[in-house]
């Protein structure tokens, strides 16, 4: 038997063990955006620090100017360094009467077809994902004394919470947290038979804007027509957003956006995704976006321009017939490859300020800004995961684009100058962020395992 | 000295017996939409009857499913017979704090310059307005025994409030209201010198929409650009009621709407009016409506669309990358000459239908309509009128259009068939519906002896 194997074993034999240490975190209310919470949230630092010093991390709870980080070192082995990231914070949990259990008492719930999963806040975002790492390098040293590589646990409190407190970390402690690669388990399988490797994400440039005209609310019976109507002056300007093949229609926007490698696209061909599946999911079915592109492209690979928000006059019940002061609108736009989000929000603004007439002004509200980040996926690091998890799982496992944003990945490739490798067990349906968060205990489990594997495949 | 003379000597020498019937009416709280006020309000109703009683009317209260109506005749006299419209309920007086007086403690008020306004709530809208006419009837009745002309006078108490039972009590009573003229009483002057007869008001049709897409908010990271977002679909909506000369595009629009005759077009010319201070006045400069049309045809003789509200997705503090199930706006077209509302409401909702994805709906719903008035200002009770008003003031009345709509003028033209002589004596800055409404002395003093010579004038 090899140690692999004899990790394995000890892994699937333990698993009352890694259960009972995941809830102990779980029971603890780490909600970092409400202060009420601010003393729990650091003690749950403290448990993480103390867990890993059980394994033999040299492990200690760093203070910031916010909730703490938790960093653990263990300098064993040879072969390539890692630093894995997760969070430690969750989601508040509001509305309660939602949850059908206490969302700080985690139970496991077998279904009728005898599938089980962990429900509770944080079971799958983070503090599930994270142990599987924690719980696979506690395997290893059980087994071997030591882990096949040296790795450092890099845990934040504030990742639910705007992370503003990362960054200046990152600098403060540069040397200390350098490695080969970097490890992050906060992202979802490709479907619940199939792992995957999250070797893109998008960025993100976001914008709020407030249009301006009358110095006070006009009476669209009297000023109608006669007066700039703020509301169609925004109108305006979002519906000239994108032009009628759903392209976004800022200059220079498709600047630095190349077609995507054929390696690439034959992949995303080779995967089992079915575009009238994911938009009928949510009750749509007819693709939205640029006219030629396919779902997968639409959401993972080509830039992509939102109005999440936009509002003016009157909007309660009944009726109004108001020419309003002001209209305003906070609209975002999704990155890729090397679009620059500085060069994004100055076209934006130039867009809007071509449709403000003489006599009415415009606002502006930056928020946050990150580029796009792609890896090279013929790396060794990614070859290796790769081939780990598809030992684990039996089915190839897939590199996949993400829509959305983590700006710690974004954060580490640039402080750290090193490949991040995401790899996570969540599954689409886990209800992260909203009540009766879940996990599936074979994420858990099987999740445990994938990382021996990967450790061991990385040190080879 | 003519009766007409004698008349005005009256008036004159009884202003503060007129003052003080006003300041009585102005005291009870007729406040009409607030149920706590009903008895206070069917109060003010009964001061009216017993008011007109003493000037010899026939007075009495009737009752509606609301608030009563107060209704008086007087049979004196030949020539044709008028029904006066006004009405004794008033708007509540919220916020509180913002007034400077008790609203419902009137007051007279002298400025530096000597002039004198009333103030407290009502005294504009429309208590102070309608008895303008009843002190110019009990003049007449004091100085000859009789009126000029037959009067019948109709005052409501729920014009603040809905005004749901005049329709009605107009149908159950054609013919005791029936009347060669209506006369109103509230509206304003052209300006504080200049007395006026509004001859146009414009048609309303009201809408509100709400477009769905996905049957759930959704993370605009993970299916932005594939997922319809509702907001992207109101602002094409929208942007596109507007052309590029902001004309409305909706199909046959312009469909009963002529050029202005030329009497009209050339008595409107020679108005004072500024654009640039009238938008001024609320901090605008440039006219946003039909090119190649003035401000005052934007305002009162051309239809008009404007969105009234709008609203979709995050509109809170900060930023949400959400792309909304739904977005929703409040749109009213303003319409004159012969629009019908029924077929602009149909062209609007293919306009909207056009625009929805087919994986995407809409909900419509109908927030009134009515039809535009305008009457022949060749007609003898408005030449009459305007002479009257003319010799009043010193200055040539004029015949202005009406941008907004009183309902109660379409209901008397449709279902008694006559024509409407609107005159009032009400300024811009009169603050009505807000705190410290007021009405000029002036406004009072000269409106009771307007309306004395409009009586003889119409009885000639």
């Known amino acids: ?95 309660l009467e939602l949850w ?116 006070r609310d006009l009476h669209s019976g009297f000023y109608g027509s006669a007066a700039s109507n703020p509301n169609h002056i925004l109108a305006r300007i979002l519906a000239d957003l994108h032009d009628d093949t759903g392209r976004v229609t800022l200059a220079g926007f498709y600047d630095g956006v190349p077609e995507l490698p054929e390696s690439l696209k034959e992949s995303w061909a080779k995967l089992d995704f079915d575009p009238a599946e994911f938009l009928g999911e949510v009750g749509l079915s007819v693709p939205a976006g640029e006219e030629g592109r396919s779902v997968l492209e639409m959401t993972w690979s080509r830039p992509t321009a939102e109005v999440n928000g936009m509002g003016g006059g009157y909007q309660g019940a009944g009726f109004k017939t108001v020419i309003p002061a002001e209209a305003h609108a906070k609209v975002s736009f999704r990155l890729v490859f090397d679009q620059d989000p500085h060069k994004v929000r100055a076209a934006f603004r130039d867009h809007v300020k071509a449709r403000i007439p003489a006599d009415c002004s415009v606002e502006f509200h930056e928020h946050g800004s990150g580029t796009a980040v792609a890896f090279d996926t013929s790396g060794p690091a990614f070859q290796k995961a790769q081939g780990a998890l598809t030992d684990e799982w039996g089915k190839d496992a897939a590199f996949v684009g993400g829509g959305g944003s983590i700006p710690v990945t974004t954060l580490i490739k640039t402080k750290l100058g090193v490949d991040v490798v995401m790899v996570g067990f969540g599954l689409a349906d886990d209800r992260i962020h909203s009540p009766n968060e879940k996990y599936e205990l074979e994420s858990f489990h099987k999740g445990i395992r994938s990382w021996a594997r990967i450790l061991a495949a990385l040190a080879e």
């Open 100 to 215: 059908e259990n206490d969302p700080f008492d985690p139970k496991i719930i077998t279904r009728p077809d005898g599938s089980k999963m962990l429900v509770g806040r944080g079971t799958a975002d983070d503090k599930g994902q994270l142990m599987t790492f924690v719980e696979a390098c506690r395997a290893w040293k059980k087994v071997t004394g030591k882990l096949p590589i040296p790795v450092t646990i890099l845990l934040e409190g504030e990742e639910e919470s705007g992370g503003v407190n990362l960054p200046p970390f990152l600098d403060a402690n540069l040397e200390e947290l350098r490695a080969d690669y970097a490890l992050i388990c906060d992202t979802n399988m490709w479907d619940k038979a199939t792992p995957a490797i999250t070797t893109s994400l998008r960025g993100l440039c976001g914008e709020e804007i407030v249009v301006r005209a009358a110095d």
């Open 1 to 95: 038997m090899s140690d692999l194997e004899k990790v394995l074993a000890t892994i699937d034999a333990d698993m009352d063990g890694a259960l009972e240490r995941l809830f102990a975190t779980l029971r603890l209310k780490s909600i970092s955006t409400d202060p009420d919470y601010a003393a729990e949230t650091r003690a749950c630092a403290e448990w993480h620090a103390k867990d890993l010093a059980e394994i033999g991390f040299e492990a200690s709870v760093r203070d910031t100017a916010g909730h703490p980080m938790v960093v653990g070192h263990q300098r064993d082995g040879s072969g390539p360094s890692v630093l894995f990231y997760g969070h430690y914070d969750v989601q508040p949990v509001d509305p």
